[in-house]
T-cell receptor, first 114, second 114 residues
Framework: DQQVKQNSPSLSVQEGRISILNCDYTNSMFDYFLWYKKYPAEGPTFLIS?????DKNEDGRFTVFLNKSAKHLSLHIVPSQPGDSAVYFCAARGSLNTGNQFYFGTGTSLTVIP | ETGVTQTPRHLVMGMTNKKSLKCEQHLGHNAMYWYKQSAKKPLELMFV???????ENNSVPSRFSPECPNSSHLFLHLHTLQPEDSALYLCASSQDPAPQETQYFGPGTRLLVL
């Protein structure tokens, strides 16, 4: 059973507007979360992370929000740019009792329309 | 060359063939990983190596055989694969396997088993 879920396979947003990508997880032991971005024919590249001691982390146009009670995180991109068009993966991991691995979602394909 | 490289980028093999995937990282990292990404499924961790020692085997069938001769190189030897093994195989590296360490991915090898 998938422990990290991205229920929206795709998202289209107008350039300049906000993109919101969502991710849900089931394992309450997860305490570290990341977002990766993947362009076609390239490997995923790290975008931004957040640990469970925070509820928000911001890096330029990218902000990740964590709602531990809802087991939900989201990535906000504002303003969205055409170069942001890519597949975005969220991943989660626990420091204890969850094994030595990240659990990934299936990805959300973001298209930013010029 | 910098980052994480993988060869070949594409591979087509029959079920009786033996082939190897190669991964090389130029980042001075100590941990290396093999992931599998099947269509519409999340990335699945296969193997973890830390300082050339295998620390994780995520219940991978024995027809996949990893080899890590040094901290910079990682191989995945393939033999008697099945069509359902067709997938994108991604290599990654990190400074060490700790949760907060960012994993850097290669571009992947797209494998098709006929």
């Amino acid at each position: 059973d998938q422990q990290v879920k991205q229920n929206s396979p795709s998202l289209s947003v107008q350039e300049g507007r906000i993109s919101i990508l969502n991710c849900d997880y089931t394992n309450s032991m997860f305490d570290y979360f990341l977002w990766y971005k993947k362009y076609p024919a390239e490997g995923p590249t790290f975008l931004i992370s957040i640990s469970s001691i925070k509820d928000k982390n911001e890096d330029g146009r990218f902000t990740v929000f964590l709602n531990k009670s809802a087991k939900h995180l989201s990535l906000h991109i504002v303003p969205s740019q055409p170069g942001d068009s890519a597949v975005y993966f969220c991943a989660a991991r626990g420091s204890l009792n969850t094994g030595n691995q990240f659990y990934f979602g299936t990805g959300t394909s973001l298209t930013v329309i010029p | 060359e910098t980052g994480v490289t993988q060869t070949p980028r594409h591979l087509v093999m029959g079920m009786t063939n033996k082939k190897s995937l190669k991964c090389e990282q130029h980042l001075g990292h100590n941990a290396m990983y093999w992931y599998k990404q099947s269509a519409k499924k999340p990335l699945e961790l296969m193997f973890v190596y830390n300082f050339k020692e295998q620390t994780e085997n995520n219940s991978v069938p024995s027809r996949f055989s990893p080899e890590c001769p040094n901290s910079s190189h990682l191989f995945l030897h393939l033999h008697t694969l099945q069509p359902e093994d067709s997938a994108l195989y991604l290599c990654a590296s990190s400074q060490d396997p700790a949760p907060q360490e960012t994993q850097y991915f290669g571009p992947g090898t797209r494998l098709l088993v006929l």
